[in-house]
């Protein structure tokens, strides 16, 4: 049986092993009910440490490190580990005759699995996101705040996710934080070269400026920019103001930081 002592990082075959200095310090220790406490943790985390954890027995098959997913989720296999699940809301499902609505989501480390009303469960890479537009208005006397976002995949195909599904904003926190991350950086390097991106009713060019619903404002003209209640607000030095909804702005976000603006100071909601 070993009865060697670990202390402060060393072992010891004894307490006489000890060097006088070490053996004070662990015998002081001893005496101390709340040393001795921490001293028994410290001795806990470290045999603990070299043990894995032990999967939970409940939830399902599943990729290590991923959460539990509802039984129709469990055919998806090609994007890693899950990291979250979005139901839907308990709202009616009305016929889906147009753009299909999301019912049922799961993000995962790679993408997001989705149903929208039927039972077929669908995949969209993170990288397979071309443009995401936000339509939010605000809760205000005492109505509710409604969302609604709309994907285009680079094929053209487009998904609304609302409030037809639980937490669709914190969904589309982190999808847009995904999508956009990889469509930044081509987007900045194109900006920089000079040339003209144009985003539905706004393009901008780094030398020559804004241009919003088919007018030009040069960089010089112009005194501030903001996002607020909903719309895109230019402020112009000589007092007169322009502005557009960005709800047809897509990727307004990625606009917003190609010009400079603090994207956390955008409010896209309007009443």
């Known amino acids: 049986?070993?009865?060697?002592?670990?202390?402060?990082?060393?072992?010891?075959?004894?307490?006489?092993?000890?060097?006088?200095?070490?053996?004070?310090?662990?015998?002081?220790?001893?005496?101390?009910?709340?040393?001795?406490?921490?001293?028994?943790?410290?001795?806990?985390?470290q045999a603990n440490a070299g043990s894995a954890p032990l999967a939970p027995a409940w939830g399902g098959p599943r990729t290590a490190g991923g959460v539990p997913v509802p039984t129709q989720f469990d055919q998806v296999t090609s994007l890693g580990p899950a990291a979250e699940v979005f139901e839907h809301a308990g709202l009616k499902l009305l016929p889906n005759f147009g753009t299909p609505h999301v019912t049922a989501l799961v993000r995962y480390r790679d993408g997001v699995a989705y149903q929208t009303g039927g039972k077929d469960v669908h995949t969209l890479l993170w990288d397979e996101v071309a443009v995401i537009q936000s339509d939010i208005i605000?809760?205000?006397?005492?109505?509710?705040?409604?969302?609604?976002?709309?994907?285009?995949?680079?094929?053209?195909?487009?998904?609304?996710?609302?409030?037809?599904?639980?937490?669709?904003?914190?969904?589309?926190?982190?999808?847009?934080?995904?999508?956009?991350?990889?469509?930044?950086?081509?987007?900045?390097q194109r900006y920089q070269a000079g040339e003209a991106l144009?985003?539905?009713?706004?393009?901008?060019?780094?030398?020559?400026?804004?241009?919003?619903?088919?007018?030009?404002?040069?960089?010089?003209?112009?005194?501030?920019?903001?996002?607020?209640?909903?719309?895109?607000?230019?402020?112009?030095?000589?007092?007169?103001?322009?502005?557009?909804?960005?709800?047809?702005?897509?990727?307004?976000?990625?606009?917003?930081?190609?010009?400079g603006l603090d994207t956390f100071d955008l409010r896209l909601g309007y009443s």
């Open 1 to 45: 049986m070993n009865t060697s002592i670990n202390f402060k990082g060393a072992e010891y075959a004894s307490v006489d092993a000890m060097p006088p200095d070490v053996r004070a310090a662990y015998q002081a220790m001893l005496q101390d009910p709340d040393l001795m406490e921490l001293y028994l943790l410290e001795q806990q985390e």
């Open 138 to 188: 605000s809760a205000s006397h005492g109505s509710a705040a409604r969302h609604e976002y709309t994907l285009t995949k680079n094929n053209g195909e487009k998904l609304i996710l609302d409030d037809g599904l639980k937490d669709v904003g914190v969904a589309l926190d982190s999808i847009k934080g995904n999508a956009f991350s990889r469509l930044a950086p081509p987007l900045a």
């Open 198 to 259: 144009t985003f539905g009713p706004v393009t901008i060019q780094r030398q020559n400026g804004l241009q919003m619903d088919g007018k030009l404002y040069a960089w010089n003209t112009i005194q501030d920019i903001k996002v607020e209640y909903g719309r895109l607000k230019l402020t112009m030095r000589d007092g007169k103001k322009h502005e557009t909804r960005v709800s047809v702005i897509p990727n307004v976000e990625l606009l917003c930081q190609l010009i």
